[in-house]
């Protein structure tokens, strides 16, 4: 069986999969990380969306043995815990506070992509949001509050100030 | 999926030795339609061969006074690539709108040519733009390279290492796309070059990327979407399912070209 070694979280991981296991199962399965979701397992819905080396990817479509050597990102490695308190990544306050989510499904994914279109650039803007986001679907149509959500969450990432008339909430 | 034996060859040469040796195996360059085909049971190769450790196969230079594009190159590099940006802008923005940008992190132009599937951007560009294709062992031009569905002129041990561009005068991609996949029902690309030759190729056809002579005619004698008024693509030509019948798809293709003929003016005065 091949062994792996990739960093995981920013922990260094050394695991023995079979070459047919996908990303996201090493994740789920192997690791119990069972923030990234199975949606559609055809490369559609973005549910699974993780970061390979800064890049969002669909895991359930990338083998485990693609992501060899390199770093992954999960939703897991948002948020901080001590002991009594945790701290949330501004992107999820941002889905907090603009109601971006319903059943949450589809959220880890959401939450990953919108990551990595802070790092890209994207400008924090209707359109180029929905445009950049389009390989992540919701069922909830949710969409108003996640493009909301992501114009918001992007401009905390940045450092950049919230609209008016986010201000105060 | 059922499991397969991985390689990662670190050079062109390691790779076709491990083609040659009598294995069933496939290619794996970013694994976006082969991966999808493997979970269905489609494909079920004894090994896989990951090229994604050869450096040659990863990067763009000009050569020859054309730009030389690596055949594991993704989609979502080569739409940010200001090599390709300066060379033809219009197939830099085509890569820039394949799938999703999770997609084209993985997908690359090698892997979405040699697995030539109707409905991609990819071969309908790199037709209407007379690209030379570069393999391990010859040159072939992207009017011998396509041959039917899924069906292309690379040997079984043959290995596809890029592609060769010369710089047209103009270039556009539009295709509209099927919402659920993002797969183009109908796509077209237009070239035109600075001796006055026009190049037009469509997707979302049944035997994959074609060609069409009497678009191309028309442009090259007036470059405008007006020329092509009356020109109609032949429904038998056009592929169709439930998503789109081969007429109404026949019908995008004659729409798309006009407007593509319009967006390749507008992007290039």
Redesign the interface.
Known sequence: M?RLALTINGQPQALDA???T?LLDLLREHLQLTGSHRGC????C?AC?VR?NG????AC???A??ADGGEVQTVESLSSQTNDSKTWHPMQIAFSKHHGLQCGFCTPGMLM?AC??AD?GVPAEDGAVRK?L???LCRCTGYEGIVGAVCEGMRRMRGEPIEAADAGL | ??????CRPASVAEALALLRDGVDSKL?AG??SL??S??LGLMAPAR?I?L?RIPTLRSSHEEQGQLRLGAMQTH?ELAASPALQSWVPGLAQMAGHI?????R??GTVGGSLANADPATCWPAGVLALGVTLITDRREIAADDFFTGLFGTALEPDELLCGIRLRRPRRMAYLKFEQP???FALVGVAVAQFDEGGVRVALTGTTQGAARLPAFEQALAKRFDPAALQGLRVDENLMSADLHAGADYRAHLAAVLAGRVVQQALETSK
């Open positions: 091949p079979a070459a047919n996908l397992d055809t490369a559609q973005g969306t390979l890049k969002a990817v669909k479509n990338v083998l043995l693609q992509r990595a279109m890209e950049a389009a390989g992540n | 999926m059922q499991d397969f034996d991985y794996l694994g976006q991966l999808a493997m979970k896989v990951a994604d979502g799938a999703d940008a999770q997609v992190a993985m659920a996949s993002r």
